[in-house]
């Protein structure tokens, strides 16, 4: 069965500092990739996709992912950090064939200091 | 704007009560899901509907049924609440994987059910 990574259940950075949370997923053949943020009390909401074409994907609030296929890797960055952007992030996989199921990972908190 | 819609933004309910949640969606997706969402544990699929009167089961079914009688709508029912029910509910849609790119799901702002 498919599987996803995410490194690291909590991470802190200070305000301006990179943001870096890593996604690793299992998969011999390359799913479509997906990184959702949950802010409090919120549903998920859409940052960027991979499925095809381009390797580095550009999504909202300036966050950006590399899919990298020789590491089954899918990590999410934003060169600095804004206090908005506390939240909770979950990396997603769409395994290739069946139906829609996203598979998720068990999310990273996300919390930005003065 | 596309929209994901539950009904109940919280809910308390008594154990052994039959619990309905419901989601409704204004896209046209065939697809409809419930997960729900545990501190550590991430997004956990329950139930899936890939078309009308159609489901499937998820990972974590026990428990829980579904009903699908029209596209928009997917019901969650919990037949006889329990505490270890208490958690948060994530409804979700999205299209059919073969209708093109667009495969991303569309997640409502959940239901947090409190089963006392």
């Known amino acids: 069965a498919q599987s996803v990574t995410q490194l690291g259940s909590h991470v802190s950075v200070s305000e301006g500092a990179l943001v870096l949370l890593r996604c690793n997923y299992s998969s011999s053949v390359p799913p479509y990739l997906f990184w959702y943020v949950q802010y409090p009390n919120q549903g998920l909401q859409l940052l960027l996709k991979?499925?095809?074409?381009?390797?580095l994907v550009k999504g909202i609030n300036g966050f950006e992912a590399e899919f990298k296929k020789s590491e089954t890797s899918f990590h999410l960055t934003k060169p600095s950090a804004h206090m908005s952007d506390a939240a909770e992030y979950f990396c997603?996989?769409?395994?290739?064939?069946?139906?829609?199921?996203?598979?998720f990972g068990a999310g990273t908190r996300l919390a930005v200091h003065p | 704007d596309v929209k994901v819609t539950q009904s109940s933004r919280y809910l308390v309910k008594r154990t052994g009560e039959k619990v309905f949640l419901e989601c409704v969606q204004d896209m046209d997706h065939e697809n409809m899901f419930w997960y729900r969402q545990d501190p550590g544990l991430g997004l956990r699929l329950i139930y899936f509907s890939y078309d009308v009167k159609m489901k499937e089961k998820g990972d974590i079914p026990e428990g829980y049924s579904v009903s699908r009688e029209k596209k928009e709508r997917f019901s969650l029912i919990l037949e006889s609440a329990s505490t270890n029910q208490t958690s948060m509910y994530l409804c979700a849609s999205s299209l059919r994987i073969n209708r093109g790119l667009n495969t991303e799901a569309f997640f409502g702002q959940g239901t947090r059910l409190t089963v006392v």
């Open positions: 991979y499925t095809t074409g381009a390797t």
């Open positions: 997603a996989v769409l395994p290739s064939g069946g139906y829609n199921k996203l598979i």
